[in-house]
C-alpha cells in the first residue's frame, strides 16, 4: 500500500499554526483539540505531528517513539475529558471508513449515552 500525503489538509495547516485550534493535550508527537463539529458532549480529535494518512499508514510507518506519544495523549485526553463512564474512539479510513481529513486522527467521544457503533438493520 503506498501512503500519499497531501499536506494542504486542514489538520497539517493546524499542525503548522496556519489555523487555530482548542488544544486539550500536546506531546512532542501528538496534539488534541476539540471537534469543530462535536457529536457528543466531548469530543476531541487526537493526531499524530507526523505526516500520516490514516491509522494502517501510522501503525506501519510511525516509529516506537510516535507511537507511544500518540497513545500516551489519547490516555491523557481520556482523563482529563471527563470520559469516566466510558467513550468510542473511531478512526475513520478512506473511503469505505468515510474519512474527511487525510492526516490520521483518531476521535474520542463521550461524556454521554451513545447509540449503536453501526445502525441496526
Ligand atoms: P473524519 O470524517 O475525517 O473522520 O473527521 C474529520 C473531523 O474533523 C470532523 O469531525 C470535523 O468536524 C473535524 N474538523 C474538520 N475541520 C476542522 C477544523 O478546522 N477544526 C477542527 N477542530 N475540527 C475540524
Do not use: W
Amino acid at each position: 500500500m503506498q501512503y500519499d500525503y497531501d499536506d494542504q489538509n486542514i489538520f497539517a495547516k493546524i499542525l503548522r499554526g496556519e489555523i487555530p485550534n482548542t488544544t486539550v493535550f500536546e506531546n512532542d508527537h501528538a496534539l488534541a483539540f476539540e471537534d469543530i463539529q462535536p457529536q457528543a458532549p466531548v469530543h476531541v480529535l487526537v493526531i499524530p505531528k507526523g505526516a500520516y494518512v490514516s491509522l494502517d499508514h501510522f501503525a506501519r510507518d510511525a516509529s516506537a517513539e510516535e507511537q507511544v506519544a500518540f497513545f500516551a495523549a489519547v490516555a491523557a485526553v481520556c482523563d482529563k475529558a471527563g470520559v469516566e463512564h466510558g467513550f468510542r474512539a473511531i478512526a475513520n479510513t478512506r473511503t469505505h471508513g468515510v474519512q474527511e481529513v487525510p492526516h490520521f486522527h483518531m476521535h474520542i467521544i463521550g461524556g454521554a449515552q451513545l447509540g449503536r457503533m453501526l445502525p441496526a438493520d
